[in-house]
Every structure is written in structure tokens, then in C-alpha cells.
């Protein structure tokens, strides 16, 4: 078993993730390390194996801090914004008819998928916690107090509240290291996290020299797919030499250019946050809605009938997805270039203007076209979908193949599971 993997369970909770499938990947059990060693750049540090490393973040143990941090996402998609929540369980409302909260942190789960965000945390031990989400001149803030939490969002002048840490259990989690709406790994411990422990044989990891963060000095850890097929360039961790804690994650793409996923510290104290930090009392008029009211609607949204033998690091979105289709959902390969296969439900795929399920307007045919790549192959045909890191082909009999690799690499798998 890899060191990184000997952290205790409490502070390497699973959470769902931003970042897709193959880049946390199907994991494998060990960690292929590359022997290199840090021997030049700026500032000058001792040198340090990618092993060492990897030991000095899992034995980090910093209870205290306090920071500002600049997540920008790029996948090649616009924008959600505030949209974002729609697209989440139980955001907007429960299943029970009784209305949802803007300040709900479900709702919040998809908003740092895209787009670039300025995060202000802090930490002081266990139990208090508090992540700031600060946007065009408003703040969305989840405050973690003893057995307490609040989420605020002034944009609505709305509250989320739970009476214990307990009964938020379902929208926010602790990381260790702070607390954000649950499944957002949005600073660079918890983006670290996710990549080193689904890292395996196919990966290989190296320390590539050394860098500042935040006025900090600090070594560059780089993780990189061994496999051909992946979308996925390599990710540099720049990890504090002092403290071992990561100050800055950045995913770059196979294809080059701009990062996919770019989040590091522009400021970071190691000292104790005022105990005010964490205070917080509803403003005047502000419509606060009880954990419990939420909670009670989203057990609706619990898996049914799922596969009993999924990879322990699949994606909670994908167990978390609605419908009959997750039964058939199998993974391809393994690591960076993993692929997950499942069925749609009533086994069809997108409807074109020939197919059985009616015509499609000529226009909107063409704007469907217009969205993807058609292909053929042994599978017959269908339509690949594509961002700057994960594509999906959907096959005209209702298949879907989604990853972080390459089209041709969907194709293959679609020809192969014939």
C-alpha cells in the first residue's frame, strides 16, 4: 500500500468529484513512483524523493490556518453560474414539495466547475471551519461553529441552517484541512487528495523542481497518466516545504494550452484565525431554511438498484445518477484512460431525423449536429461529445462511453464491447 494511503479514514473521506472519472481514475493499489529528485530551481531546497513527498503531505497535520485561494476551471463550456445548482439533488426543492434555499450547499455543488472564483478559508481545528465563496461583489459563505453550521448567500439574503454538524452531513464535509459544500474539491489539499489516492500503476509521479506560492517556498510534485489515450497532460502539486500542505494544484490537458483546472494560495497564514472568524448570526430579514426540512426530500435521490462490484473511487455523481441505466454500468481499462460504459434509459440514443422515436425539425437536427462529431464503427453509429478533458460517445442504440481520453480511444471501446 502506497504511504499517501496510510492516512487515517477521518481525514481521507471520499468525496464526490469536480474533477471527471479518469482523472482520479480506477484506482489501482499501489503508486508507481518515478525516482527522481528535486535538484534545481528557485528558492534552493534540500532534495526530496517523490516517495518523501508524498509521506510529508500525508503526515501534515495543520490544524490552524487562513487564506485566499483562485480556483479557475476551464472544460470549454460557458459559464454555470448560478444555474449551476439546478442540475444537483434536491436543489430548487425536495421531493416533498416544500421549497428549497439558495444558501443550500447542494445547491452550490456545480458553480466552481467553471469559471474563475476567489475562496477565502479558514481553519481551527475539528471543528470550525469556514469557506467563503466571493463573486461579483456578493459572498456565499458555509460556517462551520461546534455543532452548528450555517451556509449564507447575501446575493438572496438566504440561510441554510443545521443544529448540528451531524445534520449537515449530506451537504457539507470536513476535509481535514476546512469544509466546503459537500462534494467540492476546491483547495489545493483537497484536489491533492482526490488525485494521489486513485493514483496507481499507471501513473507516474516525480518532483519537478521548485517553486513560491503566496510568498511561500514550496516543492513542485508532478503526477502524469503513463498510458497513452488520456486527455489528461499531467497535474503539478506544489506542495508547502515547511508544513506539507498543497498550496497550489494545477491540471493541464494532453492537448496543451491554458490549464483545465488552475487553484492555488494567494495569501496563506499558518497562525490560529480570530474566534470571531467563525460567529455568525442572520441578518436582519434573512429567510433561513432548516437542514432538516432539505434533508428529508433527498433521500429520494438514493441509488436503487446499483451494481454491487462499482470501483470504490467511482465518481459519486455517477452512483448518485438517477434512472434504470446505472444496473449496466461497467468500467474499461483502468487508470487515466478508464472508461464507464452504461446504457440510457428505454435504450435509445439521441434522436435524429430518421430514428424511431419521430422526427426531429431539420434546424434543431442541425444544431444536434452541430454539438458533436458523428462516428461509425463496428458499434454502428453515434455522436461524440467532447470538452477540453472529458469526451463521451453516444451510440445511436442508446451506449454511452464517457472518460478523460481521447475520441479515438471511445470509439475503440465501443468497438471492442461488441
Given at each position: 500500500?502506497?504511504p499517501?494511503?496510510s492516512e487515517?479514514?477521518?481525514?481521507?473521506?471520499?468525496?464526490?468529484?469536480?474533477v471527471?472519472?479518469?482523472?482520479?481514475?480506477?484506482?489501482?493499489a499501489?503508486?508507481?513512483?518515478v525516482?527522481?529528485?528535486?535538484?534545481?530551481?528557485n528558492?534552493?531546497l534540500p532534495?526530496?524523493?517523490?516517495?518523501?513527498?508524498?509521506?510529508k503531505?500525508?503526515?501534515s497535520?495543520?490544524?490552524?490556518m487562513?487564506?485566499?485561494v483562485?480556483?479557475?476551471t476551464?472544460?470549454?463550456l460557458p459559464?454555470?453560474g448560478?444555474?449551476?445548482?439546478?442540475?444537483t439533488?434536491?436543489a430548487?426543492?425536495?421531493?416533498?414539495?416544500?421549497?428549497?434555499?439558495?444558501?443550500?450547499?447542494?445547491?452550490?455543488l456545480?458553480?466552481?466547475?467553471?469559471?474563475t472564483?476567489t475562496?477565502?478559508?479558514?481553519?481551527d481545528?475539528?471543528?470550525?471551519h469556514?469557506?467563503?465563496?466571493?463573486d461579483?461583489a456578493?459572498?456565499y459563505s458555509v460556517i462551520h461553529?461546534?455543532d452548528?453550521?450555517?451556509a449564507?448567500d447575501?446575493?438572496?439574503?438566504?440561510?441554510y441552517?443545521?443544529?448540528d454538524?451531524?445534520?449537515a452531513?449530506?451537504?457539507?464535509?470536513?476535509?481535514?484541512k476546512g469544509?466546503t459544500p459537500?462534494?467540492?474539491?476546491?483547495t489545493p489539499k483537497e484536489?491533492a487528495?482526490e488525485?494521489?489516492?486513485?493514483?496507481g500503476?499507471?501513473?507516474?509521479i516525480?518532483?519537478?523542481?521548485?517553486?513560491?506560492?503566496?510568498g511561500r517556498?514550496a516543492y513542485?510534485?508532478?503526477?502524469k497518466p503513463k498510458q497513452?489515450?488520456?486527455?489528461?497532460g499531467?497535474i503539478?502539486?506544489?506542495?508547502?516545504?515547511?508544513?506539507?500542505?498543497?498550496?497550489?494544484?494545477?491540471l493541464t490537458?494532453a492537448?496543451g494550452?491554458?490549464?483545465?483546472?488552475d487553484a492555488?494560495?494567494?495569501?496563506?497564514?499558518?497562525?490560529?484565525?480570530a474566534a470571531s472568524t467563525f460567529?455568525?448570526?442572520?441578518?436582519k430579514?434573512?429567510?433561513?431554511t432548516?437542514?432538516?426540512?432539505?434533508k428529508?426530500?433527498d433521500?429520494?435521490?438514493?441509488?436503487?438498484?446499483?451494481?454491487?462490484?462499482l470501483?470504490k473511487?467511482?465518481p459519486?455523481?455517477?452512483?448518485?445518477a438517477?434512472?434504470?441505466?446505472?444496473?449496466?454500468l461497467?468500467v474499461?481499462g483502468?487508470?487515466w484512460?478508464?472508461?464507464?460504459e452504461l446504457?440510457?434509459?428505454?435504450?435509445?440514443?439521441?434522436?435524429?431525423?430518421?430514428?424511431?422515436?419521430?422526427?426531429?425539425p431539420p434546424?434543431?437536427?442541425?444544431f444536434?449536429?452541430?454539438?458533436?462529431?458523428?462516428?461509425?464503427g463496428?458499434?454502428g453509429?453515434?455522436?461524440?461529445?467532447s470538452?477540453r478533458l472529458?469526451?463521451?460517445?453516444i451510440?445511436d442504440?442508446?451506449?454511452?462511453?464517457a472518460?478523460?481520453v481521447?475520441?479515438?480511444?471511445?470509439?475503440?471501446a465501443?468497438?471492442?464491447?461488441q
Amino acid at each position: 500500500m502506497a504511504p499517501y494511503e496510510s492516512e487515517s479514514a477521518g481525514r481521507r473521506k471520499a468525496t464526490r468529484y469536480v474533477v471527471p472519472v479518469a482523472v482520479v481514475g480506477v484506482a489501482a493499489a499501489t503508486i508507481g513512483l518515478v525516482p527522481a529528485l528535486a535538484d534545481s530551481g528557485n528558492p534552493d531546497l534540500p532534495k526530496i524523493s517523490a516517495q518523501q513527498l508524498i509521506e510529508k503531505i500525508a503526515k501534515s497535520d495543520v490544524q490552524q490556518m487562513s487564506g485566499t485561494v483562485k480556483i479557475s476551471t476551464d472544460l470549454g463550456l460557458p459559464s454555470l453560474g448560478g444555474m449551476a445548482g439546478g442540475f444537483t439533488p434536491g436543489a430548487g426543492g425536495s421531493s416533498d414539495g416544500k421549497a428549497g434555499s439558495s444558501a443550500d450547499p447542494q445547491s452550490k455543488l456545480m458553480e466552481l466547475a467553471s469559471g474563475t472564483h476567489t475562496l477565502r478559508i479558514a481553519t481551527d481545528g475539528p471543528d470550525r471551519h469556514k469557506l467563503s465563496v466571493l463573486d461579483n461583489a456578493a459572498e456565499y459563505s458555509v460556517i462551520h461553529n461546534g455543532d452548528e453550521v450555517w451556509a449564507y448567500d447575501s446575493a438572496s439574503n438566504e440561510a441554510y441552517h443545521a443544529k448540528d454538524a451531524a445534520a449537515a452531513g449530506d451537504r457539507v464535509e470536513k476535509h481535514g484541512k476546512g469544509e466546503t459544500p459537500k462534494g467540492v474539491p476546491a483547495t489545493p489539499k483537497e484536489l491533492a487528495d482526490e488525485v494521489l489516492k486513485a493514483s496507481g500503476k499507471t501513473t507516474s509521479i516525480s518532483v519537478e523542481g521548485t517553486s513560491q506560492v503566496a510568498g511561500r517556498d514550496a516543492y513542485k510534485l508532478l503526477v502524469k497518466p503513463k498510458q497513452t489515450g488520456s486527455t489528461v497532460g499531467g497535474i503539478t502539486i506544489s506542495v508547502d516545504a515547511k508544513t506539507g500542505v498543497p498550496l497550489k494544484f494545477t491540471l493541464t490537458p494532453a492537448g496543451g494550452g491554458k490549464a483545465v483546472v488552475d487553484a492555488g494560495f494567494t495569501k496563506v497564514d499558518f497562525a490560529k484565525p480570530a474566534a470571531s472568524t467563525f460567529d455568525f448570526t442572520p441578518p436582519k430579514g434573512t429567510k433561513v431554511t432548516e437542514g432538516d426540512d432539505l434533508k428529508a426530500g433527498d433521500k429520494s435521490h438514493a441509488p436503487k438498484d446499483l451494481p454491487k462490484d462499482l470501483p470504490k473511487d467511482m465518481p459519486k455523481e455517477l452512483r448518485d445518477a438517477q434512472g434504470g441505466g446505472m444496473k449496466d454500468l461497467k468500467v474499461i481499462g483502468e487508470g487515466w484512460t478508464s472508461i464507464a460504459e452504461l446504457k440510457l434509459p428505454g435504450g435509445q440514443g439521441l434522436p435524429t431525423g430518421g430514428s424511431a422515436s419521430g422526427d426531429v425539425p431539420p434546424e434543431a437536427q442541425k444544431f444536434m449536429d452541430a454539438l458533436g462529431d458523428h462516428v461509425t464503427g463496428k458499434f454502428g453509429s453515434g455522436t461524440v461529445f467532447s470538452t477540453r478533458l472529458v469526451n463521451a460517445l453516444i451510440t445511436d442504440d442508446g451506449k454511452v462511453y464517457a472518460g478523460a481520453v481521447t475520441k479515438d480511444a471511445l470509439v475503440k471501446a465501443a468497438n471492442a464491447a461488441q
